[in-house]
């Protein structure tokens, strides 16, 4: 990924120093291994262990010059550390083990750490949706469909929404992480044909990974899954950035955002097509040959880094377009009570001539006559309505029709779903509700009755 799109976090994760780092060690684990078992002294798995190199800029480089004559990363890696150890103690390295038993096991380590980092940054994105939440639950605005005016909803009620569907982005990411934290140490097929199961138990509790049953690799559906929640964690973004671009349209203007942010959500519309390509890439390595081949490999170099680097950036710009947005509240209630001339009550008048005796098609036909005359006119919608003399209803039950609070008098329901919306650790970091401010006795803050606006 390039620079501009790269956390640091994710950039050490992912660098080549890491990479080597992470075989090192589950190669140093496998020599302590054999010799948990008795196949091997102790003494000499403490000596390759003490002899170990240090993987640093130029131990990358030794590889690097070294893969120019294997043309094979992992024979040149083992070349150059078997070299640092020294004989017959580096002989060791690499025993029983085949090139993928090294590689598998360290990426695992690896994308486990980085969906870490993910989880945490979502935390934050959830909470951020939850806190902003709560302050907008009564600025009612214009619902829309087919984008169109439609009846009256609130800003808070969208910002649940998204609070909701990030928070089961979270749950696919830490689904797809436990599938993620497995190894194999099993040979060229998977048999353990030259390898004790005892040594993949050891190099694998040292890790923190799951030994699991494999061919040569590890089963590709699992990295597919870790995709998968990369994506769609990415359409949730998408979805909250496209609405923040439609409603800061001059035409609308209801929302804004942060000072200075450059185009964000736009970027953020971008960059969620890439993680959806990274899937389509990963479902692709699925179908593997036989018992392996490496048709995977080049396709994991780039998408595996790129998606799981993208997913924080993306994740953390989200959590600040939230965070800063700024909310026109004057003029969504402008646009939703003057710019639809009331037609957004259409429903509720129907209703009410329907409880005055009318039939529903009798209902339908005012309701629609009056619309478009009002519509055609730029007359006030009520207006239309009390000219009508076709309309049985008296001027209390068409102020009701036309009552904002009384469309929106549920609209707490969206708060009392973010009740059952857990604080991640990542979101205790943060300051707001779930922060450090709280306190041990602190009530969650969907049950903060004193914190939600009151809807009008």
Same mark, same amino acid.
């Given at each position: 990924m390039i620079p501009r799109?790269? +956390?640091?976090?994710m950039a050490e994760l992912f660098s080549d120093r890491r990479r080597l780092a992470t075989w090192l060690e589950v190669e140093l684990l496998a020599v302590e291994g054999w010799a948990a078992i008795g196949v091997l002294d102790p003494e000499v798995a403490a000596e390759v262990r003490r002899r170990a190199?240090?993987?640093?800029?130029?131990?990358? @480089? #030794?590889?690097? !010059?070294?893969? %120019?004559?294997?043309?094979?990363?992992? #024979?040149?890696?083992?070349?150059?550390?078997?070299?640092?150890?020294?004989?017959?103690?580096?002989?060791?390295?690499?025993?029983?083990?085949?090139?993928?038993?090294?590689?598998?096991?360290?990426?695992?380590?690896?994308?486990?750490?980085?969906?870490?980092?993910?989880? @945490?940054?979502?935390? %934050?994105?959830?909470?951020?949706? %939850? &806190?902003r939440a709560t302050e907008e639950i009564g600025t009612p605005m214009a619902g829309r469909t087919h984008g169109m005016q #439609? !009846? +009256?909803?609130?800003?808070?009620?969208?910002?649940?929404?998204w609070c909701l569907q990030a928070d089961r982005d979270r749950q696919r990411l830490r689904r797809a992480r436990a599938q993620m934290a497995v190894g194999k140490l099993s040979g060229a097929v998977g048999t353990y044909?030259?390898?004790?199961?005892?040594?993949?138990?050891?190099?694998c509790a040292a890790l923190g990974l799951a030994p699991v049953p494999a061919t040569q690799v590890v089963a590709r559906d699992r990295h597919a899954e870790l995709l998968y929640a990369c994506a769609s964690l990415? #359409?949730?973004?998408?979805q909250l950035a496209t609405e923040v671009r439609h409603l800061a349209r001059s035409e609308l203007g209801e929302v804004e955002e942060p000072f200075g942010s450059g185009h964000l959500a736009e970027r953020l519309t971008g960059l969620a097509r890439l993680l959806r390509g990274y899937l389509g890439a990963g479902l692709e390595n699925v179908a593997l040959w036989h018992e392996r081949d490496i048709s995977h490999s080049s396709v994991e170099r780039v998408a595996l880094p790129d998606a799981l680097t993208l997913a924080c950036y993306v994740t953390r710009r989200a959590t600040g377009l939230v965070e800063g947005?700024?909310?026109?509240r004057d003029r969504m209630a402008r646009n939703l009570l003057e710019g639809s001339l009331g037609l957004v009550f259409s429903q509720p008048v129907l209703l009410a001539l329907v409880g005055a005796g009318l039939s529903r098609d009798q209902a339908y036909r005012i309701v629609q006559r009056d619309a478009r005359r009002a519509w055609e006119e730029q007359r006030p919608f009520r207006t239309?309505?009390?000219? =009508?003399?076709?309309?049985?209803?008296?001027?209390t039950e068409l102020a009701a029709a036309f009552d904002v609070a &009384?469309?929106?008098?549920?609209?707490?329901?969206?708060? =009392?779903?973010?009740?059952?919306?857990?604080?991640? +650790?990542?979101? &205790?970091? @943060?300051?707001?509700?779930?922060?450090?401010?709280?306190g041990p006795g602190a009530a969650p803050p969907g049950e903060r009755k004193e914190e939600r606006a009151p809807c009008p």
């Open positions: 799109y790269t +956390p640091p976090e190199p240090l993987v640093d800029d130029a131990f990358v @480089a #030794a590889v690097a !010059e070294r893969e %120019r004559v294997t043309d094979h990363d992992v #024979a040149a890696f083992v070349d150059v550390v078997q070299d640092r150890i020294g004989q017959p103690e580096g002989s060791w390295v690499h025993y029983g083990l085949t090139s993928s038993d090294v590689v598998d096991t360290a990426l695992s380590v690896v994308l486990v750490a980085a969906a870490d980092v993910v989880l @945490a940054d979502l935390d %934050r994105l959830v909470e951020a949706l %939850r &806190r #439609a !009846e +009256p909803t609130t800003f808070g009620a969208k910002l649940a929404l044909s030259n390898i004790d199961p005892a040594v993949e138990a050891h190099v990415g #359409a949730t973004i998408e947005l700024v909310v026109h239309v309505l009390e000219e =009508d003399p076709e309309v049985p209803l008296a001027s &009384r469309s929106l008098r549920h609209v707490h329901r969206f708060l =009392d779903a973010l009740e059952a919306v857990e604080v991640g +650790p990542g979101a &205790r970091d @943060a300051t707001g509700p779930g922060g450090p401010d709280d």
